[in-house]
């Protein structure tokens, strides 16, 4: 998470995700990007439609709505003019973009108008059970909003609470940057799970690191929070402490996802969890 130019005059501070970093600078109204993926994750070697697709595609517009304004940047910021290629009419096209209009920054409040790493790594593991496996046919899964639009400020209605109770997967994102919301996010995590059919939840999340003057270190104070909620298990899915949270958590290899969104980079700092209930545990 990048700090951005508060001003003064009482201003909230302004964040902005790393995968912003290429949009515009200084730029304060909506950003239109587009991030791309076929079924061949990156490093695989051969395209069956015999192009190129590891492009950085962009579009940006103005707050007020005005005309798209495209480009394509190579790895290295290069601008890449576009070639007319030769297709093979018998194979069919595996380029797929998603279109994402957010905000380029915004306070910590408002952090979910933004397009953060966890959510691309999240976007991966989707699409490579859907590529590979059959684990999410026919399950009824509910996505988890980040921070205030899921706790706290919203109420959940009585079509929206039976949804909820029926549905088997649960999915969510960079929801892990605020040690308040956290507590509530986990409260409504054990009410959704101990509720209705038996429930997975899948979370990314990124590393948050905070200078802290008790430790005089930099450290990720709300990681530690975070990981109080559930136990982890053993390399033999057993729980490490034989009393503790009713749920437990198994932390998902990223080496056995691959990326097939191109426009972000993993880095060390993102995690995935699969988070399963256990009522028979102690509760927290």
């Not at 492009?55 to 005005?66: E, K, N, Q, R």
Request: a negative charge; aromatic letters at 10%; hydrophobic letters at 35%.
């Amino acid at each position: 998470m990048e700090a951005g130019g508060g001003g003064g005059g009482g201003e909230e501070e302004q964040v902005m995700s790393e995968v912003h970093l290429g949009c515009p600078p200084h730029f304060s109204g909506l950003h239109v990007s587009r991030f791309s993926f076929s079924s061949r994750p990156l490093g695989t070697s051969g395209n069956n439609d015999g192009e190129s697709s590891e492009l950085v595609v962009a579009t940006s517009t103005s707050s007020s709505g005005g005309s798209l304004d495209a480009f394509a940047v190579d790895e290295d910021g290069d601008l890449v003019l576009d070639r007319r290629k030769r297709r093979n009419k018998y194979v069919r096209n595996d380029h797929h973009l998603v279109t994402i209009q957010h905000r380029v920054t915004s306070s910590l409040k408002t952090v979910g108008l933004q397009v953060w790493k966890a959510a691309l790594l999240l976007a991966d593991f989707v699409l490579h059970k859907s590529f590979t496996s059959s684990d999410f046919d026919g399950v009824t899964a509910i996505e988890m909003g980040a921070g205030t639009g899921l706790v706290g400020q919203y109420l959940w209605s009585a079509s929206e609470i039976e949804e909820a109770e029926k549905a088997t997967v649960l999915f969510t994102a960079d929801v892990i940057y605020s040690d308040e919301l956290t507590d509530l996010f986990f409260d409504t995590v054990n009410k959704l799970m101990s509720s209705g059919a038996k429930k997975v939840l899948y979370l990314a999340l990124e590393k948050r690191y905070n200078f802290s003057l008790d430790e005089l270190d930099v450290v990720a104070n709300g990681y530690a929070h975070f990981r109080s909620f559930f136990a982890a298990q053993d390399e033999h899915g057993d729980p490490i402490d034989s009393d503790g949270p009713s749920l437990m958590g198994k932390q998902i290899n990223l080496a056995e996802v691959p990326q097939y969104i191109r426009e972000y980079d993993r880095g060390k700092d993102l995690e995935m969890w699969k988070i399963m209930y256990f009522p028979d545990r102690k509760l927290h």
